[in-house]
């Protein structure tokens, strides 16, 4: 982060003159300015293109709204009200659920006005799903929205093209393990007056995933304009560790934004009217649960949190201004095989963290979340002597319930590491930026191609591969693989200059295994700049097409996103 107002100032100025391509520093690029930003402000490598947002709207005034004073919204759980036979097994009925996606006005804090959003249920965040693992359910996603967008669609990106309608969506269940047909793939979307049904067999370990928005080019319009909701997978060997529950289990949905002084969402477009893309959407108002820095009132006891972020482009790195330590439990696909005690932890877009505050030695306290430097929002534990005092004799005290459990136990589930020796191949992909003559990006690609290019990667169901991630660019990318989940393996430094070159992996530094809290099972992966990242993926589930991609939106949008095939297994005999 820029604590300095004044060097925020000069770069943004210095940024315009770049993007622009006129003014005394069109030579300077916008990597030079990351490079620099990150480097005078501290920042880490996760965060250095926090400067590239231009305003060409008046903004409000964040610096004048009070903070804490809205509530954290807690998303409604949503609730079947009926069945269907699944489509897999007629005889069989299943719950069935109907999701609208509408347009609808929201209060992001008590002192703006309402603020025009679109999204799930007419909430942002969506209603939370609540499902067991292997029941199977059905959810009919509804188009009900307008038939003009309100952000700014780029018709010359992939997909997003004046022959297609304006206002596309379609769900996709980050992190599920869910037949093709209903995974959401970019290009299956639909239009205002249009349903469709997708089958969840929740056929997977206990674990937070999220629904959001994945529609081709225009996903980081439809995500930012408030597409995204939890959906939780619960199963008996969670629950056997008796975690905080109810009332103490509270989903944090994260993301930040960008107001005009309406309270309207605001969009930032480059100066290019037929290309208006830009690189990264950073906001400067972060919103949890949807609300600009909400309080909680929490007793003295230990919570546990559901954190998602879900930001366009923004890595967050957290951490409490008591300095207390979280204990995270989980990752993107479950619970870890044990508990890690952090003080501060990092998370990409699309990653989920999950985590138990104990406010027990707290009462009293206000204790806020931090972002670096910058506040997120706030926790109110309660008074000892107050709860005492409404806590009548024979109901749950506040005391009790943090003896809820003492110590978490170890291991909280079993994560077997996956044998580097079970993978039958390896595929060297680059995550590349294509910049113009001023080293401006123009697109994103995988491996060198786009989205139209054949399909390249291509593995075999139930087969094991590793996927090493090249990362010669200056930015972190959040990969995420469709149905699977995986191992992280190592990162590793090399030089940038010899692969982008002939595509020669010299390495220049030690191998480094993943970070205790990167341990378990995972959906998305950060793939740092200057750096290999290797992950190991069994290829289970079903065969079809699915996509991988990176989760900084803006990138996905302008073809950081391929197609993939799983091939059926060959038939014995
Ligand atoms: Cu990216």
């Not at 079947?80 to 929201?106: D, I």
């Not at 997977?204 to 629904?211: C, F, I, R």
């Not at 991630?469 to 190592?490: E, M, S, Y």
């Amino acid at each position: 982060m820029c604590a300095n107002p004044l060097f925020y100032f000069l770069l943004c100025f210095l940024f315009r003159c770049s993007a622009k391509g006129k003014g005394p520093f069109m030579s300077i690029s916008r990597r030079f300015f990351l490079q620099q930003s990150s480097l005078l402000a501290g920042a880490l490598i996760t965060h250095q293109h926090q400067h590239v947002a231009v305003r060409a709207k008046p903004e409000i005034d964040l610096a004048a709204l009070p903070k804490f004073v809205d509530a954290l919204p807690i998303p409604t759980v949503i609730r079947s009200t009926a069945t269907r036979p699944s489509p897999a097994n007629s005889a069989l009925q299943v719950p069935y659920y109907n999701v609208a996606l509408s347009a609808f006005e929201a209060q992001v804090h008590r002192d703006m006005k309402p603020t025009l959003m679109w999204g799930y249920g007419g909430a942002f965040p969506g209603p939370t799903f609540d499902v067991q693992s292997g029941q199977e359910i059905l959810v009919e996603w509804t188009n009900r929205l307008p038939e003009k967008h309100f952000l700014p669609i780029d018709h010359s990106l992939c997909g997003a093209g004046k022959d297609v309608p304006d206002v596309r969506a379609v769900v996709h269940l980050h992190g599920g393990r869910v037949p093709p047909d209903s995974d959401g793939y970019p290009e299956s979307w639909t239009v205002p007056g249009k349903s469709a049904v997708y089958r969840y067999p929740n056929k997977q370990d206990a674990a937070a995933l999220w629904y959001h928005d994945h529609a081709m080019g225009i996903n980081r319009l439809n995500v930012y304009a408030g597409m995204a909701g939890m959906y939780l997978v619960r199963d008996a060997a969670e629950a056997a560790l008796a975690l905080p529950s109810g009332e103490f289990e509270i989903p944090l949905v994260l993301c930040d934004r960008m107001f005009d002084k309406d309270s309207q969402l605001y969009y930032p477009v480059s100066d290019n009217p037929d290309a208006p893309w830009t690189p990264e959407l950073f906001g400067d108002a972060y919103l949890m649960n949807g609300k600009l820095l909400p309080h909680l009132d929490v007793w003295h006891c230990k919570y546990r949190f559901r954190l998602l972020n879900a930001s366009n482009a923004r890595f967050y790195r957290l951490a409490l201004s008591n300095k207390q330590k979280f204990h995270v439990i989980g990752s993107d696909q479950g619970l870890l095989d044990a508990s890690v005690a952090v003080a501060k932890f990092s998370i990409a877009p699309g990653e989920r963290i999950d985590f138990i505050v104990d406010f027990s030695e707290h009462a009293g306290e206000e204790i806020v979340l931090m972002d670096d430097f910058q506040p997120v929002m706030q926790f109110r534990v309660a008074n000892r002597a107050v709860v005492s005092l409404r806590e009548p004799i024979g109901t749950p005290a506040a005391d009790i319930r943090s003896a809820q459990f003492i110590n978490l136990p170890s291991p909280l589930r079993p994560v077997q590491r996956t044998p580097e020796s079970s993978a039958v191949k390896t595929r060297v992909l680059s995550l590349d930026e294509v910049d113009n003559l001023v080293q401006e990006p123009v697109r994103m690609e995988l491996d060198a191609k786009r989205w139209t290019d054949p399909v390249t990667e291509n593995p075999t169901l139930g087969s094991t591969e590793i996927w090493t991630l090249v990362n010669p660019t200056d930015d972190a990318h959040p990969i995420h693989l469709h149905l699977v989940r995986f191992q992280i393996l190592d990162r590793r430094r090399f030089e940038t200059s010899v692969w982008i070159g002939d595509r020669t992996l010299r390495f220049t530094g030690p191998v480094v295994p993943p970070e205790p809290l990167e341990a378990g099972w995972k959906d998305t992966v950060r793939a740092d700049p200057g750096m290999v990242t290797r992950i190991i993926v069994k290829f289970d589930g079903y065969p079809g097409r699915y996509v991988w991609h990176c989760h900084i939106l803006e990138h996905e949008d302008n073809e950081m996103m391929r197609p993939y095939d799983i091939l059926p297994a060959p038939t014995v005999g």
